[in-house]
Each structure stands twice: as structure tokens, then as C-alpha cells.
């Protein structure tokens, strides 16, 4: 097996496994909800939209019937995630921020978001989900939660809830899409998940505490490091931090926070070519779409050409409700190195301390 941490691991392709059907499943799952939003004048709900589109990405599961359980499971608790997040934001992180100042609502976001990073990664380990971690939860959770007031004006949770309930909709039925075509239709019959090892469930509770240990120290670093560094998306080092805690062996993790790092550098220089280019709306919601679908055919293939797609999709969908700048660029690259080696020192100290007997032989 080749080494994950040799440079050429930057440019390898793994096997293909049809990923045009779940790119396009997935680009279509963003770019018509967002679509439908530009016309209606209500792109302040673009984040409900972004999050709840997730629901696609838990879609590459073989048969109709087990995509459709599956991504109905995934996108209920999304939208349960979703609503907390929104709720989170109104009633704690809010509030505190107008009592003691922005940084303290920061605290208390970082803390609510380790929590949700430790309980969803259970969630993923214990049901086999996939993609697996909690990547996802962290970046909704937070991302939401944090949305200041002055955005929305109040955040509209009602009518940003059922923004996020018709997007996970689609995104399911699109998932159903192959059975409209008799030869990609699946046989419609019930799976009996496999009994869970019980010495995978072991490493999943074990695991579980760097879920919490890395998006917690990312964020307390990158909270404090703020005013030095000039930073204001500082729930992006969490979403970092979560990248290396999947992997088989420590240095496939350590090599998926490198390649975190760097393609998000060559995402930021794609991004910077998208704002030069000045796109109108439309435009921006199109390159989302075909952004989202470059993502997900290569995600699973090559982890840095992903990132170098998903870079720009983020900082565009982010982009809907605070703006396009040069301090967005800024705070991805500078976020996403702080919590990649956050996440990194986090896979690699229990090796260090002697503790990690597989890392060793990796």
C-alpha cells in the first residue's frame, strides 16, 4: 500500500464508483433550492438551504430502499440539528453577545459545538453512517448558531425551518430519481443491518473523545488568537479539526489534515479568480451547483481536489448572507491551519504517549 503522507498522494485518484450520479444528485439538491429562494428575494434563508442539503451527500448507499432510509434518517436529525443551532443562536449565543460582548458568545458557541461534534459522531459510528464523523454537524451547527442577529434581523426560524424541510425533501427524492429509468431501478426489499462488532463500538465511544477534544481546542485557540489575528469565522478551525479523526491508520489522518491545508489553499485561489469575475446571483448559484458536484466526484477519489472544490463552495454559501471580501479568503485559510493542526496534535498524541498500538504499526 502506498505511503498517504508521499506528495503524490496530492494528485492520486482512487476507483470511481459512479460519483457523477451523486454529483449531480447533489448539485441539483442546492442550486434548486437556492434557485427558488433569488426569485422569491429570501436569500437571507440561503443557510437553511446549504445545511439541509447535506442530505444528499448521505445518498451513495446502493439500493432505492436503503438510500431512502438512510438519508430519511440522516436528514431528520440534520433538521433537528438545524433547529437547535437556530435556537442556540437566538436564546444563549445571542444574548450573550449583547451582555458581554461578541467573544463571549463565541465561548459559549464553541462549547455547545463540541458537544454536538461528540454526540453526532456517535450517532455516525454506532448506525456505519457515511460519510463518517462529524464534519457536517460542526460546520451546520456552528455556522447557525453563530449567524448574528443584525443578518436576519431577527433569524426567521420558522420560515427558515421550513426552508430547511423542503430541501431535505428533495434531496431525498432526488435520491429516488434512478427509479424513474427501469435499468438503474434497484430491487425494492429490506436489509437487515449487520450486528455492530462490539469491538467497533468500543473504538467508537473511544474515538469519541477526540470529537470533543479537537473542535473544543480549536475553537478556544482560534477564539483567542482573534484579536491578534484579526479573525471572525473562527468556528471554521472547528470544522477543521474534525477532518483527521477519519481514517484507518494515524497517518491517513495526519495525511487528510495536510490535504485539508492545502486544498484549501488552491480553493482560496479558485475563490479569488470567482470574486474577481464579479458573478451576478444567478451566476454564483450555478457555480455553487457545479461546485457541490466537482465535490462530490472526488471526495471519496482524492481528498485535496475535493477540498479544492468544497473551499469556494463554503465561502460562497457563507457569502450569501455575510458578504464577499477578501476577509472571508483570509479567515478560511487562516482558520482552517490553526484547527488542521489542532486536529492533527490530536491524532497523533496518543501515539506519542504510547497509547495508540495500531497508530504504530501504520
Known sequence: MSDPLHWRQLFRLGPAREDH????????????????????????????????AFTGVYGRVPGHRARLVRQGQVG?????????????????????SQLHGP????????????????????????????????????????????????????????????TAVLTALFSVLLGQAGRVLPQRRTPWRRAEPAPLDPAIRRQVWRESIGYFVAPAAAGAVATLLMPVLGTEFSYWAMVAAVVPLVGQSTRQRVARGLHRVAGTLAG????????????NPVAT????????????????????????FVTPLAILGISLTHGLDAALLYDRLVETVIGSAVG???????????????????
Open 76 to 96: 431528520g436529525y440534520m433538521l433537528v440539528l438545524i433547529l437547535a443551532a437556530a435556537l442556540a443562536g437566538r436564546f444563549l449565543v445571542d444574548p450573550v
Open 268 to 279: 482560496l485561489l479558485l475563490t479569488a479568480v470567482i470574486a474577481a469575475s464579479s458573478p
Open 285 to 308: 448559484l450555478l457555480l455553487m451547483g457545479l461546485l457541490q458536484f466537482a465535490t462530490d466526484m472526488f471526495i471519496l477519489r482524492n481528498y485535496f481536489f475535493a477540498q479544492a
Open 344 to 362: 492533527m496534535a490530536v491524532v497523533l498524541a496518543p501515539r506519542l504517549l504510547g497509547g495508540d498500538r495500531a497508530g504504530r504499526s501504520a
Open 21 to 52: 450520479w451523486l454529483g449531480l444528485r447533489c448539485g441539483l439538491g442546492i442550486f434548486v433550492p437556492l434557485f427558488v429562494l433569488l426569485q422569491l428575494d429570501r436569500l437571507d434563508l440561503s443557510l437553511f438551504v446549504v445545511f439541509a
Open 103 to 162: 467573544t463571549a458568545g463565541v465561548w459559549v458557541a464553541v462549547g455547545l459545538t463540541s458537544a454536538v461534534s461528540v454526540v453526532t459522531s456517535i450517532i455516525a459510528g454506532l448506525n456505519q453512517i457515511r460519510p463518517a464523523g462529524s464534519l457536517f454537524q460542526v460546520f451546520a451547527f456552528s455556522a447557525i448558531s453563530t449567524l448574528p442577529a443584525g443578518a436576519a434581523a431577527p433569524l426567521p426560524i420558522g420560515e427558515g425551518m421550513l
